[in-house]
């Protein structure tokens, strides 16, 4: 279970602090606010709210209601989000990441690399191979490159990422 400040708080690492006391101000008001309105209650400037607001939009922060002025031609473009918006957007960018990470640590696990070491270039193991495991620029004898270090890193970045999911769905419930 996460509190809505750890959650507010993986906003601010995305979008800084600027973009922390949007989602705050917005979450507060259940009818959306307009970006002026936004302005006044955070005192941030209207074209960093429209960039900040943007970018959090296309990653499912945030969404534009769109409200007809009457019968007038006019619309009013509204921004909206509540605890449930930000949650699922966490989620989805989360399981994006642990998706990467997960295929990345398979290609190192499943790859040994060698390195010539006397011009530092790096060989898979089927070029390595292929070439006698020797370097094809200076025919020097290639050495296996430990990979230990990158996996043990992924791993810890995964369960770590992992641990977060699962308390981000034990907060839907
Ligand atoms: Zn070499």
Redesign the pocket.
């Known amino acids: 279970m996460l509190t809505e400040n750890e959650l507010l708080s993986f906003v601010e690492k995305m979008y800084g602090a600027s973009g922390r006391k949007i989602i705050e101000v917005l979450m507060k008001s259940k009818t959306g606010m307009e970006i002026d309105e936004i302005a006044h209650e955070t005192g941030l400037r209207t074209n960093d709210i429209r960039r900040l607001l943007y970018e959090m939009a296309q990653e499912g922060f945030v969404i534009t209601l769109r409200s007809q002025r009457g019968e007038s031609m006019w619309y009013t473009y509204r921004w909206y989000t509540d605890i449930g918006i930000i949650k699922r957007a966490l989620v989805q960018r989360f399981r994006a990441t642990l998706n990467i990470l997960n295929e990345r640590l398979e290609y190192e696990q499943s790859t040994t690399f060698y390195i010539?070491?006397?011009?530092?270039?790096i060989y898979s193991f089927e070029e390595a191979f292929e070439n006698g495991f020797?370097?094809?620029?200076?025919?020097?004898e290639?050495i296996a490159f430990d990979n230990k270090s990158i996996i043990t890193f992924l791993k810890s970045l995964i369960e770590e990422l992992e641990k977060i999911l699962k308390a981000l769905s034990t907060n839907e419930a």
């Open positions: 010539c070491p006397n011009d530092y270039t020797r370097c094809i620029h200076c025919q020097s290639l």
